[in-house]
């Protein structure tokens, strides 16, 4: 462990700026995916622990709703520079707790930063618009104004960067905020918080409180909490989604993800298939615009297992902080159970296992290597089904449009990726795919936080996503306000 963890491992809550104790005894381990060991226990908050964090976002947000745009901006800047100063701390605790590889790591970081420095510049977008003279002698005027305590639940495969999408937005609008983040990965968060804090945000604008499911269905219940931004698996999500809004809130729920990287036949083929294994296998598969599924069209199937193949033998499958490793440990052995699971529901299918990583990687740890599934089906349940792991599925396509149907015909939207050197194709695959982040000649087309993050279908449930100005438009509500005044004499 390269880290010195000190106190971080005994988690507390953070509640109108102190670190409390919960008041709830049950706890669940936090472990080391590259070695197995337990590294801290997240303790599962009560409905006392979650009353005390609204409880503090509440008296929190008289005065912070008042605060000047300009000088909550302020705040951004110092965390913005301490996040910079602080990144490969940040960096190796996301390595200790989820796994991933080192630069993956501080790609977590630097992407949740980018949030920060969009956040930054809230006195503009936080403006509103006028009309003046919609009648005569009437103007009308639009303000934004923050909803009040908001929360925000996260998983744990981006520790840094999806509490980044949220909190720096949230807050900078004016409202105060509430951390539910994975029970996984406690740690990232925690640090997080405590730079916040020295940023100089007033006590009670950021809460955090651990825990899981239960937890997040008192969020979900809580009459004190105005909005709920969600991001993890489907299933999840569609309950968030359904619970939020009978409850009155609003909701924005990103959820699970079954990306389709299509191999045209005039593609560099070794640079298509070096960034395919990179999606697929990086993060051991835990990312959710990673590509799952290669579709290879007219003909490029044969050579692209054959690429895919030799790539395999030489990647290391090691622990995230050796460098050169290039698939990094699950984040749980009941994932990584449930993973192999899906390999051999693929082979029972029918599918084919070209590299087979079930039984790769060191002792101890949750490791699995990466693993390429050939003549998949369409209907086969590896093929629909987001597996999140180091599993890549390969389907043959006869030409372009039936790759582009067996997209739309994904229950997903998140990401679409095309490996082409024709322009043309490029542009129909723009245009035709349903899914709300398209890669060309990319492998990951990663979210920027001046755009927002597009998952379509059962991707992503409600209206306004994650970051950029629908970012801004999520956490504020607007007034329309519509003045006459009497002309003075003159
Ligand atoms: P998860 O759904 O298991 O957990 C996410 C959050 O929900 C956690 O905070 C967890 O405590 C809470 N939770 C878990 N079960 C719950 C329940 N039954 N009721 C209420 N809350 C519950 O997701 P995960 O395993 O942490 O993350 C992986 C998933 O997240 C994948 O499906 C991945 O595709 C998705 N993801 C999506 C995006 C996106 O932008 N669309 C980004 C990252 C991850």
């Known amino acids: 462990m390269a ?21 709830s005894q049950d706890r669940v381990d936090v472990w080391d995916p590259a070695t197995g060991d337990v590294i801290a226990r997240t303790p599962l908050s009560n409905a006392h622990d979650l009353d005390r964090a609204v409880d503090a976002a509440e008296q929190a947000f008289e005065l912070w709703s008042e605060e000047p745009p300009p000088r909550r901006a302020r705040i951004m800047f110092a965390l913005q520079r301490l996040l910079q100063d602080n990144l490969e701390e940040l960096a190796e605790l996301i390595v200790l707790e989820n796994g991933k590889g080192i630069d993956e790591a501080r790609g977590d970081v630097q992407r949740g930063l980018e949030v920060v420095e969009f956040a930054a510049g809230a006195p503009t977008l936080l403006m509103g618009s006028g009309l003046e003279q919609v009648s005569r002698g009437i103007d009308t005027d639009m303000y934004r104004y923050p909803l009040g305590v908001v929360a925000g639940i996260t998983p744990f495969n981006f520790p840094a960067m999806i509490p980044l999408w949220m909190m720096p937005l949230a807050i900078v609008c004016g409202n105060t905020f509430i951390l539910k983040p994975s029970q996984r990965t406690p740690l990232t968060a925690a640090r997080l918080v405590e730079l ?23 969020v979900l219940d809580h009459p ?21 809004a ?25 640079f298509a298939a070096e960034a395919i294994f990179s999606s697929a296998f990086s993060n051991g598969g835990q990312r959710c615009l990673a590509g799952s599924v290669g579709v290879a069209v ?6 692209l297992i054959e690429r895919l193949a030799a790539i395999a033998e030489s990647a290391k499958v090691g622990p995230g902080l050796e460098a050169d490793s290039v698939v990094t440990p699950i984040t749980t052995e009941a994932h990584r159970q449930r993973v192999k699971g899906w390999i051999d529901t693929g082979a029972k299918e029918g599918a084919r296992v070209v590299v087979d990583g079930r039984n790769q990687g060191s002792d101890g740890g949750f490791w699995l290597g990466p693993t390429v599934l050939d003549g998949v089906r369409p209907e086969m349940s590896v093929a629909q089904e987001e597996i999140f792991g180091p599993v890549l599925v390969v389907q ?11 997209i ?83």
């Not at 009978?246 to 070794?270: F, I, S």
């Not at 007219?298 to 050579?303: E, L, R």
């Open 3 to 23: 880290i010195d963890l000190g106190d971080k491992t005994v988690l507390k809550n953070y509640c109108g700026g102190r670190w409390v104790e919960p008041s």
């Open 196 to 218: 916040f804090e020295e940023a100089g945000l007033p006590a009670g604008v950021l809460n955090l409180v651990h825990g899981a499911g239960d937890t997040v269905d008192l």
């Open 224 to 244: 004190g909490i105005r909005a709920v931004s969600f991001v993890g698996s489907a299933a999840v999500a569609r309950h968030i989604y359904a619970r939020a």
């Open 408 to 490: 739309n015909r994904s229950h997903y939207g998140n990401a679409a990726v095309i490996f082409t050197r024709d322009g043309g194709a490029a542009r129909r695959f723009r245009r035709r795919v349903h899914a709300g982040m398209i890669g060309v000649n990319i492998p990951v087309p990663a979210p920027m936080a001046f755009f927002p993050f597009s998952g379509w279908k059962g991707s992503f449930y409600g209206d306004l996503h994650a970051t950029g100005r629908d970012g801004i438009d999520f956490y504020t509500e607007r007034k329309v306000i519509t003045t006459r005044w009497p002309e003075p004499p003159s």
């Open 298 to 303: 007219g003909g490029a199937g044969d050579k």
């Open 246 to 270: 009978a409850n009155g809130k609003r909701v924005q729920a990103l959820a699970g993800a079954k990306n389709h990287m299509v191999l045209m036949p005039d593609a560099d083929l070794d």
């Open 396 to 406: 043959r396509s006869d030409g372009l449009d039936e790759a582009i149907k067996t």
